[in-house]
C-alpha cells in the first residue's frame, strides 16, 4: 500500500530530473468557473504532461538487472512519450506497443525518442496481452496508471501544490486509468483532512463513476470523448479502492463543456491545454462541480500535448 511518505520520496528522487511547474493564479477564469481560480501548469512539464513524474520515477529505481533488460509500455500517448523520454535519458532500451492505426505525429515523436515500435491490434486489450509477452521476456512493463511508483511520482503534483498555496482548498483533477488522483489524493490526505480532492470524467468515459454506483470495478462495453488522455475502459481496482477511500466526489462533464474550457484556457486564461487538462474547469464552469467565490480551487491542466489541427479547429 503507498502512502503520503512515498510521494515524499518520489519528490527527492526526481529532484533535477522533472521540472517543478508554476501554480498560477488566474483571475481571469474567475468569473466562469465560479472560484478563485489556481491553475497548475504541467502542460509546461517536461514531454508536455504530467506523465513524466510517474514514468521517470519508476525507472529511477529500477535493479542493474532490469536496467539491462529494458523496459515496455502499451500506451499510445502521452506515457509512452514519458516512458521514451525518461528511458532515454537514463540509456534504457524501450519498447512501446501502438495500435496499427496510430496518430502519425505520436509515432514520430516516440520513434524520434529511440524507442523500438511495435504494433498490435487497435483495442487497449491487445496492446496490453502484447505487452505481457515482453514481460514475460523479461522486459520491465511500466502501467500508466496501475503502477505504485507511477502513482507515487504523479503524487509529487499534490505536494507541489500544497507547496506554493498552503491554504488551497479545492484540488480538481481529471481522471482517466485513476492513477494521477490516487496519487493526488493519497498524498493529500497525508497531509490535510480540509483540503477537497474532486476527480472528473467525460461522461462518454465513466468507469469509476459507474463503478461507485455498482460497488465494484466495472468495464464499459464503448468510450467516446474527446480527452483522449481519459479514454481507458475500465476501472482498475486498486484505484478504484483509493478513489472510493480518499475522493471527495467524482463527476461528468459533457463534450461541449470540454470544449468550451478548453477556448477558455486557450484565450482568457492564455494556456495551451489539450482537452483532457480541462475536465476540472469544464466541471466548474458547466456547475456539474459545486464552488464557492470564495473557495481556492486548484484545477489539474494535465497536459498540452494537442493536434494543432484539432486545437485550430476548436478554438
Ligand atoms: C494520462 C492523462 C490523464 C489521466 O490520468 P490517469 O492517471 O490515467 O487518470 C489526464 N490528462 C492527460 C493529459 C493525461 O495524459
Redo the contacts with the bound molecule.
Sequence with gaps: MIGLSDSIEAQQRLRGHILETPLLRVPALDSVAGCQVYLKAENLQLTG???IRGAMNSLLQLTAEQRRAGVVTASS???AKAVSWAASKLSLDVHVVMPHNPNPSKLEAIRALGATVLFAGTASSERAAKARELQAMGKVLVH??ADEAVIAG?GTIGLEIVEACPQIDTIVV????????SGIATAIKGLSNQIKVVGVEPSGAPRYTESLKSGFPVTLGHVDTIAD??R?DHADPGNYRRIQEMVDEITLVDEESIKAALRACVLDAKIIA?P??CLGLASAMSKTLSVDTHEKVCFVI??G?NDIQMLKSLL
Aim: aromatic share 4%.
Design positions: 504532461s504530467f506523465k500517448g502521452n506515457h500508466s496508471h504523479q481529471p481522471v482517466g486509468g485513476g492513477g494521477l488522483i488522455g481519459t481507458c489539450e483532457s487538462s494535465t497536459g500535448n
